[in-house]
DNA sequence: AACTAGTTCAACCGCCAGCGT
DNA sequence: CACGCTGGCGGTTGAACTAGT
């Protein structure tokens, strides 16, 4: 802390790249892969610091990278994730494959900040003074670290969605009998009568995204959906699964084996994010045709 | 054509966590 | 344990571009 930023040091360049510049970067990558930045900047005599390298090919050089034009379904997913994720651009990104966590954060600061319908759902969230968020209590904070522990022991991978899951399915998330009543469980007093939520709190953000694992949730996105045994024949779950897992869970696949393990982990999880994506009445973003985006993570 | 205001987005900055020494 | 280095993230900036007058 407190350190000069590396960038500072004099014989830098600053600013817009140059072509020849990417091209020592994209040659340098080629050869020797990503990472490594600061080595990069040594190595290939580049006036470069290592973390404008970094930048300059993550959200520029990269290959696979969607530039502009973001589609009417990836704006509404931008828009559910960031109700769910708040400024998590990173997060967020990953769930849209092609798309850099600056070109999100740049779309949505110059767009959809300024949509009404967008204002209106962060309003809903930040800004109503319908509902009083109550201080946690100590043993609501203990049962937090013991969760942040437990999530740690088993070792959720740090989402890095950017390979699609090969063969995966399509899954949506139907309408559920029980809709929102799970977040209604967690928040007895919130309402969610236009299916969002409201909070009193002025100065805090939503103390519900303090109480959401963001882990869990990331586990559930980044979930290879292949592994799970899709009901190709529109096959009605048996009873046990019917008591096991919720009625959208079984509509469109059956888990077995080690995904139903992942499942049963994510379990209240997924109950709690797909609560929140029935919340509209339509489903996900890129529902049909278009929705290859959505949670399979599959490029279209 | 010239100027101004508004918009976009690439790039920078500071902070932080993880890792190696 | 302390420290330095590095990569990663979100917030911010400012140059370039566009639209309006």
Request: with cysteine; glycine share 8%.
């Amino acid at each position: 802390m407190g350190r000069s930023p590396r960038c500072d040091k004099d014989g830098l360049n600053k600013g817009a790249w140059t072509a020849a510049e990417d091209k020592i970067l994209v040659d340098y990558v080629k050869l020797h892969s990503e990472g490594k930045w600061s080595r990069l900047s040594r190595e290939t005599g580049l006036r470069r610091c290592g973390k404008s390298c970094r930048l300059r090919w993550m959200n520029y050089l990269r290959p696979n990278i969607k530039r502009g034009n973001i589609s009417p379904d990836e704006e509404e997913l931008i828009i559910r994730l960031h109700k769910l994720l708040g400024n998590r651009w990173s997060l967020i990104a990953g769930r849209l494959p092609g798309r850099t966590d600056n070109e999100i954060k740049n779309y949505w600061n110059t767009h959809l900040a300024k949509k009404p319908e967008t204002l209106r759902s962060v309003q809903l969230h930040y800004s109503q003074r319908e509902l009083t968020v109550q201080p946690r209590s100590t043993s609501q904070q203990e049962h937090e670290q013991e969760r942040v522990q437990e999530s740690n022991v088993r070792g959720v991978p740090d989402p890095e969605p950017q390979v699609a899951p090969q063969n995966a399915t399509d899954v949506e998330l139907g309408p559920s009998p029980g809709g929102n009543d799970l977040l209604k469980q967690m928040l007895p007093d919130s309402d969610m009568s236009d299916g969002s939520l409201s909070f009193n709190s002025e100065e805090e953000p939503p103390d519900f995204m303090i109480d959401f694992n963001v882990e869990d949730i990331c586990q559930i996105l980044d979930s290879d959906f292949s592994k799970l045994g899709v009901d190709q024949d529109g096959h009605v779950p048996d009873e046990e699964r019917e008591s096991k897992y919720p009625s959208y869970l079984n509509q469109h696949f059956a888990p077995s084996g080690e995904a139903e393990k992942d499942l049963n982990d994510s379990l209240p999880a997924f109950q709690s994010l797909a609560s929140l994506f029935e919340s509209d009445d339509e489903k996900w973003a890129g529902d049909g045709d278009n929705a290859d985006f959505a949670l399979s993570g599959k490029n279209s």
